[in-house]
């Protein structure tokens, strides 16, 4: 393997690590040369130089560090519901169902990240809050590759980034199929009635919940046999749209615990548009169809 700044990570077997043990005792290895085998493949160098706080508070350095552990959670959902998406299109239901556990845990762990910001009261984010300007996690572009992966798709959303190449990522994505999207057209294909207009809409605009889509999921949990994989792929599903909702969720809570109903870093009135977002469901039909199941 080689990394951008050419470092060679030279390969090995499982001959040549045994080999390695026998002739250290057991003990690990010491010597590598110029460079530390797990130093150039994580890139730890460039990992730690971005922590740049804007303070001396002591506080900031959680938050910054934080903010770019959600940023690369982010991001590993994202590769997971890219995988979940392209096996969905390509009628694979079982393989999707891998990538999209994996994406449910990468979501607990990203959940569980604003643990370590509930010291924080609204005195200690004060401190510093000021010197971030008008930046906030609003201006996220990772966090929109999740929202339109998982059909929250908002045009105007991508303005922020003109100019840069994550507009150009996002305008994209916009007008790609979201991953509701596509199991919708799979329900489609496996013989379900799903409206016409649900299968031809615009997809790059608002998803709006259907009731043909609901009747298939009530037709699929119906049917509780081993062989049943859409009944597990709408499982999977109800799980990755209900840690998200814990995120946001959490995310609500730690803004009302720091800065209460303040207005937002990014211009937003804060607390309120958060909530308001929260009341997009990702997956509707899988939830109100529970009502017919």
Do not use: C
């Not at 995988?83 to 009628?91: K, L």
């Not at 990522?169 to 379900?192: C, F, M, N, Q, Y």
């Not at 049917?223 to 994989?229: I, R, Y």
């Amino acid at each position: 393997m080689q990394t951008s700044d050419t470092v060679v990570i030279r390969s090995t077997t499982a001959g040549e690590r045994d080999e390695r043990a026998a002739g250290n005792s057991g003990s690990p290895t010491l010597e590598f040369g110029r460079h530390v085998p797990y130093e150039a493949y994580v890139r730890t160098d460039v990992l730690h130089s971005l922590q740049r706080t804007l303070s001396d508070d002591p506080g900031e350095m959680s938050f910054l560090v934080v903010s770019q552990i959600m940023e690369l959670y982010f991001k590993l959902v994202r590769h997971e519901l890219l995988q979940a998406r392209d096996h969905v299109r390509a009628d694979r239901v079982w393989p999707a169902l891998a990538p999209l556990r994996r994406a449910v845990l990468h979501l607990e762990g990203l959940n569980a990240a604003w643990q370590t910001l509930s010291w924080m009261t609204p005195a200690d984010f004060n401190r510093f809050r000021d010197l971030l300007g008008e930046g906030s996690g609003f201006q996220s572009a990772m966090y929109r590759h999740l929202e339109f992966l998982l059909g929250l798709k908002n045009p105007a959303l991508i303005r922020p980034f003109r100019g840069g190449p994550a507009f150009d990522e996002l305008t994209a994505l916009l007008h790609e199929p979201s991953l509701w999207d596509e199991v919708i057209a799979l329900l489609d294909r496996e013989g379900h009635d799903i409206a016409a207009e649900v299968l031809k809409r615009d997809v790059s605009g608002e998803y709006e919940p259907d009731s043909s889509v609901a009747g298939a999921w009530v037709l699929v949990y119906r049917d509780a046999g081993p062989d049943n994989h859409l009944r597990l792929l709408g499982e999977a599903l109800t799980e990755v749209s209900d840690r998200f909702g814990d995120w946001r969720y959490l995310h609500l809570k730690a803004v009302h615990r720091t800065m209460g109903a303040k207005t937002g870093s990014g211009g937003s009135n804060g607390l309120a548009w958060l909530q308001r977002s929260m009341s997009r469901t990702v997956f509707p039909e899988l939830w109100t169809a529970r009502t017919e199941m």
